[in-house]
């Protein structure tokens, strides 16, 4: 593999596109690693909602485990990996919140269903049972009735603003490519290396 452009966000979006031709099931999908104040580490996935020259973005809770983790040390990893084009991109870097207005325009381009959902959950909280889930659900739908379901101020975006980008291919006799860009903060220039596999 050779590369053809020196901006890793031109050439994550590339291989998005072509991942989006050939994965099953969201090609958006990334783990994201975080870790408390300790250094605890967790991973789980989550949905890539957006992604330019600033970061990529997810949304969630601020009350989740991830939103506390992020609260506490606002650095996360990502891993995109998709098993149908033999690729995978790894992220690292800082972590800013969206602006009010970012997180209000993804917040009404949702579903309804998931808008309400947002209200409801207590996320990563303990749940009695699922009959009490479905009551939150009632009674924030019966609340909001036809109208707008405004955004919960416990429910925004995070934006990783990278530091590092790696590109992995798959290659015969394990012999892969590893290109990674690396930068010391926003405004630096990007630095590329290619790594042994």
């Given at each position: 593999?050779?590369?053809?452009?020196?901006?890793?966000?031109?050439?994550?979006?590339?291989?998005?596109?072509?991942?989006?031709?050939?994965?099953?099931?969201?090609?958006?999908?990334?783990?994201?690693?975080?870790?408390?104040?300790?250094?605890?580490?967790?991973?789980?996935?989550?949905?890539?909602?957006?992604?330019?020259?600033?970061?990529?973005?997810?949304?969630?809770?601020?009350?989740?485990?991830?939103?506390?983790?992020?609260?506490?040390?606002?650095?996360?990893?990502?891993?995109?990996?998709?098993?149908?084009?033999?690729?995978?991109?790894?992220?690292?870097?800082?972590?800013?919140?969206?602006?009010?207005?970012?997180?209000?325009?993804?917040?009404?381009?949702?579903?309804?269903?998931?808008?309400?959902?947002a209200?409801?959950?207590?996320?990563?909280?303990?749940?009695?049972?699922?009959?009490?889930?479905?009551?939150?659900?009632a009674?924030?739908?019966?609340?909001?009735?036809?109208?707008?379901?405004?955004?919960?101020?416990?429910?925004?975006?995070?934006?990783?603003?990278?530091?590092?980008?790696?590109?992995?291919?798959?290659?015969?006799?394990?012999?892969?490519?590893?290109?990674v860009?690396?930068?010391?903060?926003?405004?630096?220039?990007?630095?590329?290396?290619?790594?042994?596999?």
């Amino acid at each position: 593999m050779e590369l053809k452009t020196e901006n890793p966000f031109q050439l994550f979006e590339q291989w998005l596109d072509e991942a989006k031709e050939s994965e099953p099931n969201d090609p958006n999908a990334m783990a994201l690693a975080t870790a408390d104040s300790t250094g605890q580490p967790s991973v789980r996935m989550v949905l890539l909602k957006d992604v330019d020259e600033r970061g990529f973005v997810f949304y969630t809770n601020l009350e989740s485990n991830k939103g506390h983790d992020l609260a506490e040390n606002p650095k996360a990893g990502l891993l995109f990996h998709w098993k149908s084009k033999r690729r995978q991109v790894r992220v690292k870097g800082l972590v800013e919140a969206v602006s009010p207005e970012e997180a209000d325009a993804y917040f009404a381009s949702r579903a309804r269903g998931s808008q309400i959902g947002a209200w409801a959950s207590d996320q990563s909280r303990p749940l009695e049972s699922k009959f009490a889930l479905e009551k939150r659900v009632a009674k924030y739908a019966a609340q909001f009735g036809i109208g707008t379901v405004p955004r919960p101020e416990h429910w925004s975006g995070f934006r990783i603003v990278p530091q590092y980008i790696e590109f992995w291919q798959d290659g015969k006799f394990r012999l892969h490519d590893r290109f990674v860009f690396t930068r010391e903060d926003s405004q630096s220039p990007w630095q590329i290396d290619r790594l042994y596999p």
